[in-house]
């Protein structure tokens, strides 16, 4: 369990109450797009935008599925990430909350709430730690909050709101795994 599961729960928890925007990127361009249920939605020659418009096992189908009102796959490079991240917010985002997965988003803005999803087996890759240093909230993979993200997150006046500070959450988790049965 990592990323997508984690941006999955947050949509089914959430999108009953607000309309939410799940939005992918990668730097890596992915062929075949015409077998895909993505349609292209707008193309520089830096970066491209689909819309996912089916259920599928991708992150962007799954997205969906959890009950995103769309789902946006970005396929960019860093130099050009805020360029495409920014016509979509302007374009769709009116009145809708965004789920973002991306290693490299943090590196250009601050959203609401930054959350790392840290794997248990791995280091923190060194392209990875300026984003781990700006995030808002650490979960683990495989933890408890990963599939019930209104532990940690709410909504409040359309807005993403972290229910505890990084320290915090170290606390609370600390206490928690030290409690005995």
Not at 43 to 68: C, V
Request: net charge positive; charged share 25%.
């Amino acid at each position: 369990m990592g990323k997508t599961f984690l941006g999955e729960s947050i949509i089914k928890k959430f999108s009953i109450v607000q309309d939410i925007i799940a939005v992918k990127i990668s730097k890596f361009k992915h062929k075949n797009h015409q077998k895909d249920v993505l349609n292209e939605l707008y193309k520089t020659k830096y970066y491209t935008i689909w819309k996912e418009t089916e259920f599928s096992n991708k992150d962007s189908g799954r997205y969906l599925q959890a009950g995103a009102k769309l789902s946006i796959y970005i396929e960019c490079d860093d130099t050009h990430l805020l360029e495409a991240f920014l016509y979509i917010k302007k374009k769709y985002c009116k009145s809708c909350l965004i789920v973002c997965e991306s290693a490299s988003i943090l590196k250009y803005i601050k959203p609401a709430v930054a959350i790392f999803v840290k794997s248990i087996n791995q280091p923190i890759a060194e392209n990875k730690l300026e984003c781990f240093n700006r995030s808002d909230l650490v979960l683990t993979s495989f933890s408890i909050e990963l599939s019930e993200p209104h532990l940690f997150l709410s909504i409040e006046y359309a807005n993403w709101i972290a229910k505890y500070s990084k320290k915090q959450f170290a606390i609370v988790k600390y206490l928690s795994s030290t409690e005995k049965i």
